[in-house]
């Protein structure tokens, strides 16, 4: 049954990352927010779902180094597979507002989790306490920054102008049928991705931050791709960052609030981690390379080869 709830988790992504992008767009025009505040929040939290449900199922179920490598593993999947890819398929554009506040944020988030896990081998309630707020304080940051300012330059993107009139109450049922699809497509994927994993006889936490990571990160590239496609291009970008951040702040700082997850694999402190840090770093590396501001296909194919590198180090290490 593997491989049928492989193609059958990705055909509901798909579907799943289609509508949620609609929805974005429509809610963002009618409530004049910029497209890449909805970006991070509506289709990030949506998006992170699954993340969350994985995390907190393995940490009560007694896998912490799932629940750890599910969210380390997606942030890194998320960078280097799915912004590679949907760079590939064509140059994502970024402006200023990356380098003020989305990458510091991110990295922000990064160090904080790496910290709170050397600092006493766990993620305790406490310090999930610490990462939720911080996302509740940046998510408010946003909005109300966005509320104080006219600027509009990160819509210049060409978008649909019937979706402004959409009524909210359809922009509701887009959301749940987005959100709906993206949460079973998930479990589907993983599940197959996990029966697959388990056959090959690797430890659970090269599952958690391979497979299952890579599961859990599909909704992202369906809907990152499908942004992309639709020239969506500040959705794209908005909707893997606030990813990342949201995947430490919500579903990490609410699984360690029910639960203390411990770190009982090494490998998630001396290797794990640092790769997710790598990946995070090399994205303000190539937005300044040639040609500057600008994640083209080149270097979207770099992130992929990257990403690879990661997967074969991952599986040969365990």
């Known amino acids: 049954m593997s491989i049928p709830f492989l193609i059958f988790g990705f055909v509901l992504l798909v579907i799943g990352g289609d509508f949620l992008v609609r929805a974005s767009v429509a809610l963002s025009l009618k409530l004049n927010f910029s497209k890449l505040v909805i970006g991070m929040t509506v289709v990030s939290f949506a998006t992170s779902a699954p993340e ?23 942030n890194i999947a998320n960078i280097g597979l799915v912004l590679g890819i949907t760079a590939i398929i064509g140059s994502i554009g970024i ?3 990356f380098y003020r506040i989305h990458w510091p944020v991110m990295m922000l988030f990064s160090g904080m989790l790496y910290y709170f896990l050397w600092n006493d081998h766990q993620l305790s309630a406490i310090e999930g306490g610490v990462l939720f707020i911080a996302l509740i304080a940046f998510v408010a940051y946003l909005i109300r920054g966005q509320k104080r300012t006219t600027d509009t330059t990160d819509d210049i993107e060409e978008v649909d102008d ?9 922009i509701g049922l887009w959301l749940f049928i987005g959100a709906t699809a993206l949460y079973f497509g998930s479990e589907w994927l993983v599940k ?8 090959l006889g690797v430890s659970e936490a090269v599952i958690g931050v391979t497979m299952i990571a890579i599961g859990t990160s599909v909704p992202e590239l369906a809907a990152s791709v499908i942004a992309a496609v639709k020239k969506e291009k500040a959705i794209s970008l908005g909707n893997l960052i606030g990813s990342n951040i949201f995947n430490i702040g919500s579903v990490l700082g ?10 009982t694999e090494p490998l998630i402190l001396s290797r794990d981690i640092f790769w997710m840090l790598l990946f995070a770093v090399s994205i303000l590396v ?15 194919l770099v992130l992929v080869v990257l990403y690879g590198v990661f997967i074969f180090i991952a599986f040969r290490g365990s």
Do not use: Y
Not at 254 to 263: H, L
Not at 287 to 294: D, E, M
């Open 52 to 74: 969350l449900l994985v995390s907190l199922n393995a940490a009560l179920s007694g896998a912490p180094a799932i629940a750890i490598n599910n969210v380390v593993g997606s």
């Open 95 to 97: 402006d200023a507002s």
């Open 162 to 170: 019937a979706l402004a009139v959409v009524p909210g109450s359809k």
């Open 192 to 199: 197959g991705a996990t029966e697959i994993a388990l056959i």
């Open 254 to 263: 609410v699984t360690s609030i029910i639960k203390t997850i411990p770190v």
């Open 286 to 300: 190539l937005a300044l390379l040639p040609k500057r501001n600008q994640i083209n296909q080149i270097k979207g």
